[in-house]
């Protein structure tokens, strides 16, 4: 044996791991991704954060993030889009949307949370010149959450008063009634035959049930506008404050409570769901009412309106943008499996939307045969359908308080998760952004939600005064609209075309063992970016002045919207901007800097930044 050969091989391994390391360290953040090369890495070394709390199980992320995805809106939203825009046709622009443009990016979040187990503000060390996206996801959340848990607080305000000795939207005899309050009481054959009596009533008359949500719980009749907010309604703040109590209960100690909480708040709806659609095939009037539902037209796919609702709908209902998302995933161990958690969440999500269309039809068809009119009169989404329409229809069945109970127990269910989500986006983004000042400081995680939930509370009850419903609808119109699609736009530019995909694909290997495939790929980098700017520059040039019920909204209050939403858009460029001028070097390493991983920063201005501009970085798929 050559003495001398033992020496060479251990030179040239180890110069050759050398070489290796340094390759590594430019292909992926923090450490290697490639197993192929590395083998088996500890989890741990890919965050900063080794003592980062982890869900208590993989079914506590999954049903945070399912209670997330189905909300209100699946409820409320859904199946009036699908009737008035075809039925069953509905469906197909409904599916190519999901398909190609919500689910990717969920699917995004998901490993981007779940490989940085960061916060939605500090993951963007990957990628520092985009940090404002993160501000952006965050203010964003936290802007919804100020009239969000104001429908749980009218939802509680229902459920109280539907164990009253008898419902108080049934009748016209309350001191909140007017003149114009109608009980409609026919039925059957007599409906029918005064069906066109009925639909001229219906224009000139309010239902009792109107009028109580109007009048009783809103008191709209004490404010004329903006002009006159009033002073908050006693019986809101409070329930406001018990909505407030409970999402801090769920949310002080962190995953380790929100994920038992989801438990009951994520499964409960859908066995209240399914009583109530039991219930409702019991019903005069419900068969036609699903056939109102589900009749396809489709002459209506020629609409480019049907195909925006489409867009709009899946969009918002997946939740991509919010930074929700991101912050849940940050809890996941390493080795999670979120491909199959965006798989399983997408088909529970969609499976909820037209499930709550079959329930809410019953009883629209019911009210549709029980007052004679079409269902044209009585179908409509939003509050309306919630707190005007249900309340009527259920008001006239046997044990009437069991099924209001029922139902707005189930709204509270629905939406508590998707609350807590949002405020824990905030919570996370920003403890994770500023953690040298909570670091080392007891109770530092109760005191800074405890804070949060009061700023929140703070400003949700100006939505409880008589004037509230008009703030209300300025912020439902501007909080989430065009800024939550320019934060998952830049998310996907982002991530796309400056971390990059191969590096991105080598983070999903390294987690969950398989790379991406084509499709996800190129959904990422294309389609799905450009299905936003679209319905970004449809909402741009198809905006309509500010209008609710009767009452127009004053140009000043419009700008209040504008600046709301921009607010949150413009952290983008200002952050991209202060990122760059904080970066010392010339122009050309300040830019690749700010579009590097910072633990690559080093590296890039010893190697004189040739690899951070290669083409093929810009054009992988």
């Not at 300025?474 to 998310?491: N, P, R």
Request: glycine fraction near 8%.
């Amino acid at each position: 044996m050559n003495v001398n050969s033992t020496p060479k091989t251990a030179s040239w391994f180890t110069e050759d791991l050398h070489v290796q390391l340094e390759e590594d360290e430019r292909e992926s953040f923090v450490l290697s991704t490639s197993s192929s090369q590395a083998g088996e890495v500890d989890p741990d070394s890919y965050t900063a954060d080794d003592n980062r709390e982890t869900w208590g199980s993989n079914t506590d992320f999954l049903l945070s993030i399912i209670g997330f995805a189905v909300d209100l809106a699946n409820v409320w939203r859904f199946p009036y889009l699908c009737y008035r825009n075809g039925g069953g046709a509905f469906l197909v622009p409904y599916t190519l949307m999901l398909v190609f443009g919500a689910v990717p990016l969920f699917y995004m979040e998901l490993i981007l949370g779940q490989f940085n187990r960061q916060g939605p503000v500090s993951l963007w060390r990957i990628c520092p010149l985009f940090k404002g996206v993160g501000f952006c996801a965050v203010l964003v959340a936290f802007y919804v959450s100020f009239y969000y848990n104001v429908i749980l607080a009218w939802a509680l305000y229902f459920l109280g008063s539907s164990i009253s000795s008898e419902l108080p939207w049934v009748h016209c005899n309350n001191t909140w009634n007017t003149e114009q309050c109608w009980e409609n009481m026919g039925n059957g054959s007599i409906a029918s035959v005064n069906a066109s009596l009925n639909k001229s009533m219906h224009n000139s008359k309010n239902t009792p049930a109107s009028e109580f949500f109007n009048r009783a719980v809103l008191e709209m009749q004490w404010s004329n506008g903006l002009h006159e907010m009033g002073y908050p309604k006693w019986q809101l703040v409070v329930c406001l404050l018990v909505i407030y109590s409970l999402l801090y209960i769920s949310l002080f100690k962190g995953v380790k409570s929100s994920g038992k909480v989801v438990w009951v708040t994520a499964t409960m709806p859908y066995v209240v769901l399914t009583i109530l659609l039991i219930r409702g095939l019991m019903l005069p009037g419900a068969i036609s009412g699903i056939s109102y539902y589900l009749n396809p037209k489709l002459t209506k796919l020629k609409e480019t309106q049907v195909w925006v609702d489409a867009a709009v709908q899946i969009f918002y209902s997946v939740g991509a943008g919010f930074g929700v998302h991101l912050s849940y995933a940050s809890y996941n161990t390493f080795h999670n499996n979120c491909y199959r958690d965006c798989i399983i969440t997408t088909i529970v999500n969609c499976f909820t939307s037209f499930f709550s269309g079959f329930v809410i039809f019953t009883y629209l068809g019911y009210m549709s045969h029980k007052q004679g009119v079409h269902i044209n009169e009585v179908a409509t989404e939003g509050p309306g359908l919630v707190f005007q329409v249900y309340p009527e229809a259920v008001a006239t069945l046997p044990g009437s308080h069991l099924w209001s109970v029922l139902f707005f127990f189930m709204l509270i269910m629905l939406g508590l998760d998707s609350a807590m989500g949002g405020l824990e986006c905030v919570i996370t983004g920003l403890m994770d952004e500023f953690s040298n000042f909570f670091k080392d400081k007891k109770y530092s995680r109760e005191i800074f939600t405890l804070v949060i939930i009061i700023m929140s509370f703070s400003v949700a009850t100006i939505n409880v005064t008589p004037g509230g419903i008009y703030m209300f609808h300025l912020f439902d119109t501007y909080s989430a609209g065009i800024s939550l699609l320019c934060s998952a736009l830049f998310e996907a530019v982002a991530v796309s075309w400056f971390y990059g995909l191969d590096r991105f694909s080598q983070d999903v290997e390294a987690m969950i063992g398989i790379r991406p495939g084509l499709y996800w790929r190129i959904c990422w980098k294309f389609i799905s970016p450009s299905f936003i700017i679209c319905v970004v520059m449809f909402g741009l040039f198809d905006h309509k002045p500010l209008i609710y019920n009767d009452y127009s909204y004053p140009g000043w209050a419009e700008w209040v919207g504008w600046s709301l939403a921009l607010s949150s858009i413009l952290m983008i460029p200002l952050v991209a901007i202060i990122q760059i001028v904080k970066t010392k070097g010339t122009c050309k390493e300040k830019l690749a800097l700010s579009i590097s991983p910072i633990e690559e920063h080093e590296e890039i201005r010893r190697t004189k930044l040739a690899s951070r501009f290669k083409a093929k970085h810009w054009l992988y798929v």
